[in-house]
Protein backbone atom coordinates (compact mmCIF):
# COMPACT_ATOMS: atom_id res chain seq x y z
CA UNK A 1 0.00 0.00 0.00
CA UNK A 2 1.19 3.96 -0.95
CA UNK A 3 -0.12 5.72 2.27
CA UNK A 4 -0.18 8.67 0.00
CA UNK A 5 -2.63 6.94 -1.75
CA UNK A 6 -5.16 7.45 1.22
CA UNK A 7 -4.19 10.37 2.49
CA UNK A 8 -6.84 12.94 2.15
CA UNK A 9 -9.43 10.12 4.17
CA UNK A 10 -6.61 9.35 6.64
CA UNK A 11 -6.75 13.16 7.30
CA UNK A 12 -10.18 12.53 7.51
CA UNK A 13 -10.79 9.31 9.64
CA UNK A 14 -7.65 9.30 11.06
CA UNK A 15 -4.35 6.60 10.60
CA UNK A 16 -5.97 4.32 13.36
CA UNK A 17 -9.46 4.18 11.03
CA UNK A 18 -7.52 4.02 7.88
CA UNK A 19 -5.28 0.76 8.55
CA UNK A 20 -8.67 -0.71 10.40
CA UNK A 21 -9.83 -0.15 6.62
CA UNK A 22 -6.97 -1.75 5.15
CA UNK A 23 -7.48 -4.79 6.73
CA UNK A 24 -11.14 -5.51 6.75
CA UNK A 25 -12.89 -7.85 4.96
CA UNK A 26 -16.02 -7.02 2.65
CA UNK A 27 -18.05 -9.33 0.47
CA UNK A 28 -19.62 -7.22 -2.31
CA UNK A 29 -22.48 -9.22 -4.00
CA UNK A 30 -24.04 -7.86 -7.53
CA UNK A 31 -21.89 -5.64 -9.55
CA UNK A 32 -24.70 -3.50 -10.97
CA UNK A 33 -25.38 -0.06 -10.60
CA UNK A 34 -25.25 -0.51 -6.86
CA UNK A 35 -22.79 -2.81 -6.35
CA UNK A 36 -20.57 -1.21 -8.92
CA UNK A 37 -20.49 2.20 -7.53
CA UNK A 38 -20.40 0.20 -3.72
CA UNK A 39 -17.20 -0.99 -5.41
CA UNK A 40 -15.84 1.82 -6.17
CA UNK A 41 -16.62 3.42 -2.89
CA UNK A 42 -14.78 0.53 -1.06
CA UNK A 43 -11.61 0.55 -3.06
CA UNK A 44 -10.97 4.23 -2.93
CA UNK A 45 -11.80 4.23 0.83
CA UNK A 46 -8.70 1.63 1.36
CA UNK A 47 -10.78 -1.74 1.91
CA UNK A 48 -7.94 -3.95 1.78
CA UNK A 49 -9.73 -7.57 1.23
CA UNK A 50 -12.97 -7.67 -1.32
CA UNK A 51 -14.54 -10.68 -2.36
CA UNK A 52 -17.04 -9.92 -5.44
CA UNK A 53 -19.90 -12.11 -6.89
CA UNK A 54 -21.87 -11.96 -9.82
CA UNK A 55 -22.78 -14.22 -12.73
CA UNK A 56 -23.43 -11.59 -15.26
CA UNK A 57 -21.94 -10.33 -18.18
CA UNK A 58 -21.98 -6.47 -19.09
CA UNK A 59 -24.75 -5.60 -21.54
CA UNK A 60 -25.23 -2.77 -23.81
CA UNK A 61 -28.58 -1.90 -21.51
CA UNK A 62 -25.82 -1.48 -18.55
CA UNK A 63 -23.91 1.51 -20.16
CA UNK A 64 -26.38 4.23 -19.14
CA UNK A 65 -26.14 3.43 -15.35
CA UNK A 66 -23.20 1.03 -14.32
CA UNK A 67 -19.52 2.53 -13.62
CA UNK A 68 -18.34 -1.08 -14.95
CA UNK A 69 -20.23 -0.57 -18.28
CA UNK A 70 -18.18 0.88 -20.98
CA UNK A 71 -18.40 -0.01 -24.90
CA UNK A 72 -15.09 -2.10 -24.27
CA UNK A 73 -16.86 -3.91 -21.33
CA UNK A 74 -19.45 -4.86 -23.52
CA UNK A 75 -19.83 -9.06 -23.36
CA UNK A 76 -17.52 -9.56 -20.43
CA UNK A 77 -17.63 -10.77 -16.84
CA UNK A 78 -18.56 -7.94 -14.81
CA UNK A 79 -16.37 -9.38 -11.71
CA UNK A 80 -13.39 -9.73 -14.53
CA UNK A 81 -14.12 -5.97 -15.32
CA UNK A 82 -14.33 -5.19 -11.38
CA UNK A 83 -11.57 -6.77 -10.54
CA UNK A 84 -9.18 -5.12 -13.13
CA UNK A 85 -11.27 -1.92 -11.83
CA UNK A 86 -10.13 -2.41 -8.37
CA UNK A 87 -6.31 -3.19 -9.39
CA UNK A 88 -6.16 -0.40 -11.18
CA UNK A 89 -6.89 2.01 -8.24
CA UNK A 90 -5.71 0.26 -5.84
CA UNK A 91 -3.29 -2.61 -7.25
CA UNK A 92 -2.38 -3.40 -3.20
CA UNK A 93 -6.57 -4.50 -2.40
CA UNK A 94 -6.43 -8.01 -2.28
CA UNK A 95 -9.61 -9.35 -4.51
CA UNK A 96 -11.19 -12.66 -5.08
CA UNK A 97 -13.51 -12.36 -7.62
CA UNK A 98 -16.71 -15.16 -8.13
CA UNK A 99 -18.81 -15.24 -10.94
CA UNK A 100 -21.65 -17.13 -9.01
CA UNK A 101 -25.16 -17.02 -9.18
CA UNK A 102 -25.99 -16.80 -5.56
CA UNK A 103 -28.32 -20.10 -4.13
CA UNK A 104 -28.03 -22.23 -1.65
CA UNK A 105 -25.16 -24.42 -3.35
CA UNK A 106 -23.30 -21.15 -3.91
CA UNK A 107 -23.29 -19.82 -0.81
CA UNK A 108 -20.55 -21.49 1.47
CA UNK A 109 -18.31 -20.52 -1.26
CA UNK A 110 -19.29 -16.63 -1.31
CA UNK A 111 -19.69 -16.88 2.83
CA UNK A 112 -16.33 -19.22 3.26
CA UNK A 113 -13.70 -17.53 5.83
CA UNK A 114 -13.64 -14.27 8.04
CA UNK A 115 -15.82 -11.83 6.80
CA UNK A 116 -16.19 -8.35 8.44
CA UNK A 117 -19.41 -7.08 6.35
CA UNK A 118 -21.31 -8.63 3.13
CA UNK A 119 -22.90 -5.56 0.45
CA UNK A 120 -26.00 -7.29 -0.24
CA UNK A 121 -26.43 -5.05 -3.82
CA UNK A 122 -28.56 -8.03 -5.50
CA UNK A 123 -31.56 -7.04 -7.61
CA UNK A 124 -33.60 -10.76 -7.27
CA UNK A 125 -35.57 -11.60 -4.36
CA UNK A 126 -34.78 -15.25 -4.35
CA UNK A 127 -31.18 -14.97 -3.98
CA UNK A 128 -31.25 -11.66 -1.98
CA UNK A 129 -33.82 -13.62 0.47
CA UNK A 130 -31.22 -16.63 0.60
CA UNK A 131 -28.10 -14.07 1.27
CA UNK A 132 -29.58 -12.64 3.64
CA UNK A 133 -30.97 -15.69 5.65
CA UNK A 134 -27.64 -17.26 5.76
CA UNK A 135 -25.68 -13.75 6.66
CA UNK A 136 -27.93 -13.65 9.32
CA UNK A 137 -26.83 -17.26 10.62
CA UNK A 138 -23.83 -16.61 10.68
CA UNK A 139 -23.94 -13.32 12.35
CA UNK A 140 -22.27 -11.89 9.55
CA UNK A 141 -23.37 -7.91 9.37
CA UNK A 142 -24.65 -7.09 6.32
CA UNK A 143 -26.11 -3.38 4.29
CA UNK A 144 -28.97 -4.73 1.99
CA UNK A 145 -29.96 -2.75 -1.00
CA UNK A 146 -33.56 -2.51 -2.28
CA UNK A 147 -35.45 -1.11 -4.84
CA UNK A 148 -34.87 2.00 -6.70
CA UNK A 149 -36.40 1.05 -9.85
CA UNK A 150 -38.29 4.08 -11.52
CA UNK A 151 -38.09 6.39 -8.51
CA UNK A 152 -36.90 9.86 -9.15
CA UNK A 153 -35.97 11.60 -6.07
CA UNK A 154 -33.28 10.55 -4.25
CA UNK A 155 -33.82 12.64 -1.65
CA UNK A 156 -36.50 10.51 -0.16
CA UNK A 157 -34.03 7.87 0.13
CA UNK A 158 -34.20 6.62 3.96
CA UNK A 159 -31.98 4.33 5.66
CA UNK A 160 -33.92 1.77 7.85
CA UNK A 161 -33.84 -1.65 9.91
CA UNK A 162 -35.25 -3.94 6.94
CA UNK A 163 -38.72 -4.56 9.18
CA UNK A 164 -38.83 -0.76 8.76
CA UNK A 165 -39.24 -0.67 5.46
CA UNK A 166 -41.96 -0.44 3.17
CA UNK A 167 -42.91 0.51 -0.57
CA UNK A 168 -40.58 -1.89 -1.88
CA UNK A 169 -41.19 -5.37 -3.57
CA UNK A 170 -37.50 -6.53 -2.56
CA UNK A 171 -37.87 -5.65 1.59
CA UNK A 172 -41.05 -7.44 1.23
Known sequence: MKPEQFLRITRL???ESV???????????????????ALEALVRSGVG???IVDFDTI?????????LATHDTLGKLKTEVA????KAINPYCNIEALPLFVQEDT?????????????D???SLNPKCAL????????????SSMGAALRRDPALIRRADLMDSWGCPLAR
Open 59 to 67: GITNLNRQI
Open 19 to 37: QLLHQKRVVLVGLGAVGGM
Open 132 to 143: LQRAYERTIPII
Open 49 to 51: NLR
Open 13 to 15: LGE
Open 107 to 119: LDDILSGPIDLVI
Open 83 to 86: QARV
Open 121 to 123: AID
